[in-house]
Structure formats: C-alpha cells, structure tokens
C-alpha cells in the first residue's frame, strides 16, 4: 500500500477579502475531488487572502499510478483559474 501526499502552495492574486480567497479554493478543492477522486484540504495559510496551502491525498497499491495521478493534479492546479501555483511537493510514503 502507498499514500501519495501532494502540497501545493498558492499564490491567489485576484483576491480582495478572504471571501474571495475561500470562493476560490473551494471550486479548485471541488474540482480536484471530482476529477481524481482524492481527498483535498486546504492546510496552511488560512487566514491570509492572497496565499494559500492545499493537500492533497489518495492511497493505492501501485506507487507509479499514485505518482502519475498527483502530477496530473499539479498541472490541474496550473491550469486553474484565479490561482498561481508557486510551489508543490509530492511525498509518497
């Protein structure tokens, strides 16, 4: 059994007010849950707007299949709009 772990740091420019921020992350954290089927939780950060720290984890019997898939959520998160990923760590445990 391997637990892929995936932390991502964001950079949210687009928002003004935590309610701004909280908008967006959710549609991202929504996003990933539905597309990968992982589990998806923002960790840090929390009460700042314009930055940001989402986990995310999925558990499987196959390493390379759990390192694929958090790499294809990496580039989900590059493409989603409203956030800027600034930087990501992938653990596998």
Do not use: P
Not at 11 to 17: K, L, T, V
């Amino acid at each position: 059994m391997v637990v892929g772990v995936l932390q991502a740091r964001l950079a949210i420019y687009e928002a003004m007010s935590l309610k701004d921020k909280r908008r967006i992350i959710k549609s991202l954290k929504d996003r990933l849950r539905q597309k990968f089927n992982i589990s998806v939780a923002e960790t840090d950060q929390q009460d700042v707007w314009q930055s940001a720290v989402i986990s995310a984890a999925l558990v499987s019997n196959d390493g390379t299949f759990a390192e694929r898939c958090l790499q294809e959520v990496v580039e989900q998160i590059r493409h989603h709009r409203g956030a800027t990923l600034v930087d990501y760590q992938i653990e596998m445990v």
